[in-house]
Structure formats: C-alpha cells, structure tokens
C-alpha cells in the first residue's frame, strides 16, 4: 500500500469513527428525560384530550362520507383534462420522499463533516441544526408510517375500483394499494410537513400550508381519493406532527414549554452564522 494509499485510509476511519461519535452524541441527546408535566401542552397527552382528538377524526370524515365524497368525486371526472394534468404534477409533490431523501442526507453530511476543528460554536450550531432537521424528519415520517400501516388494515377502495364512487367498498386487512384509500398518504405527509416546518421556521409557514392545500385538493382532483381520506390524512398528518413536537418539547429540545403551558420553537442559530459554519465544515 503506498503511503497516500494509507493516510487516505487513515483519514477514512477517522471520519467514520467521528461520526459514529456524533451520532452517539445525538442519539444521546434524544434520548435526555423528559420533564415533568407542567400542563396540557406536552407528551403524552391527557385521556381527554386524546378523545377529543378521535372525535375530531371521526366525526368529520362521517359527515363528509355522508355528503360529499361521492359528489366530488363525480365532479372530479367532469374537469378538463389540463386541471387534471397540472394536478398530476402537483400531486407528486406530496410523496414523502421529496422531504426524508433531503434531510437524511444532510443530516449524514453533518455527522461526517462535523469535528472538534469546528470549534464550540461550530458544534451547538452543528447539534441545534441536527436536532430541528431530526425533528422534521421524525414529524413527517412517523405519521406517514403510521398512514401506511392503517390504511392497509382499514381497507377502503379507491374512488371507481369497484365500478363507481362507491364511498362505502371496504375489504379491510387485504394489503393492496387498491383498497388503500382511507388516510390518505400524501394529505398525511403534506399537513405534517406544513406543521413541522412551520413550526421550526415560522416564516415559511404561509407557503408550506398553501402547499399542503394544494396536495390535499390534487388527491380528489386526480381522483385518487375521496375528500373525506383527505381529510382524514390531514388531520392524522397534524395530530402526529404536533404529538412529535410535544415529545420534543419535554425533553427541551428546539422546543420548550413557556409560562402559559403553550409549546414554543427555542431560538436556533441564525442564516448567517449557519453558512459561516458551512464554510468552515465543508471548505477543502
């Protein structure tokens, strides 16, 4: 092996054994006790408030069941086929892939490139960016899995699988993506997204949830859903963001509980000293 040969290796395993250090360290920090409860805001909530939650699924999905979905659905159909194109784009934006892809790779890239070289301030900044994009990621992927697994179990049909709108085919625990139609997956992962990235970045609020909406509305739109598992991924979207932040919350990590008991994002680092940090990381 000549001596370059070597020093590459060498720097190699240095690499890897600082980021399995950085990663013990973040799992570490995820791991940190909660806090005691000091009100209705945080992780686990309440039995009360987990029925009123199951109220606020149920009884809105009833009444568009009842009203609605078969309705839209039609009308659905009768759209020009541009609305329809430009919502068949539209649609794909609202796989998960397009936020858990991303993030994972940074945070790989964060736990490779981050060294004690970076310095104190170069390390908090490098752990409270980790930790918010931990929490994204968390908010977004855990009730998605959670929409995958139920709506297999459920077993709705799609609108028109059984020959017409038919809001009340069911064949639940079948396992076809046929009769995975109630949640919705992609409402899940847009209004998760749209809390979570709201709630780390308030100033991009405004456009994750007309993102959100836009996801919601190409579900019917391209007639892959029914409104009311539109509805009901959006809801199921939002409770499991919020539950997720709430677990963060107890355990102060980029969120904490103030003094009226509501679950406020901590102050991060800010754009300019993140691309200082950056430079420094990733320069040659």
């Known amino acids: 092996m000549s001596l370059s040969g070597g020093l590459n290796m060498d720097g190699s395993r240095a690499m890897l054994r600082q980021a399995k250090a950085n990663l013990d360290g973040w799992i570490a920090i995820l791991r940190r006790t909660p806090r005691p409860r000091s009100g209705p805001g945080l992780?686990?909530?309440?039995?009360?408030?987990?029925?009123?939650a199951s109220a606020?699924?149920?009884?809105?999905?009833?009444?568009?069941?009842?009203?609605?979905?078969?309705?839209?659905i039609g009308a659905a159909r009768t759209l020009p086929e541009a609305v329809h194109?430009?919502?068949?784009?539209?649609?794909?934006?609202?796989?998960?892939?397009?936020?858990?892809?991303?993030?994972?790779?940074?945070?790989?890239?964060?736990?490779?490139?981050?060294?004690?070289?970076?310095?104190?301030?170069?390390?908090?900044v490098v752990a409270a960016l980790a930790v918010r994009l931990t929490f994204v990621f968390a908010a977004i992927a855990l009730p998605g899995l959670f929409t995958a697994i139920i709506k297999r179990l459920i077993g709705r049909a799609r609108p028109f699988v059984g020959g017409a709108a038919d809001p009340y085919l069911y064949d639940p625990f079948v396992w076809k993506a046929a009769y995975a139609s109630l949640p919705s997956g992609h409402a899940t992962t847009a209004f998760a997204a749209a809390v979570a990235i709201g709630a780390v970045w308030p100033q991009a609020r405004l456009?994750?949830?007309?993102?959100?909406?836009?996801?919601?509305?190409?579900?019917?739109?391209?007639?892959?859903?029914h409104p009311s598992d539109v509805l009901t991924g959006a809801v199921v979207g939002v409770i499991g963001a919020v539950m997720v932040r709430n677990w963060f919350a107890a355990r102060r990590l980029a969120f904490a509980v103030a003094g009226d008991d509501r679950v406020r994002a901590m102050p991060g680092p800010s754009w300019r000293r993140l691309k200082r940090v950056a430079v420094r990381l990733f320069r040659p």
Request: proline share 6%.
């Open 56 to 72: 606020a699924i149920i009884v809105p999905v009833a009444v568009v069941t009842v009203t609605a979905d078969a309705w839209a």
């Open 207 to 225: 456009y994750v949830w007309i993102y959100a909406l836009l996801i919601a509305v190409s579900r019917v739109v391209v007639i892959a859903h």
């Open 85 to 124: 194109s430009l919502f068949r784009v539209i649609t794909e934006f609202g796989k998960s892939g397009w936020f858990l892809w991303p993030i994972g790779i940074v945070l790989i890239a964060l736990g490779l490139a981050a060294t004690p070289a970076s310095g104190r301030i170069g390390t908090a």
């Open 43 to 52: 992780w686990p909530w309440p039995a009360g408030v987990v029925v009123v």
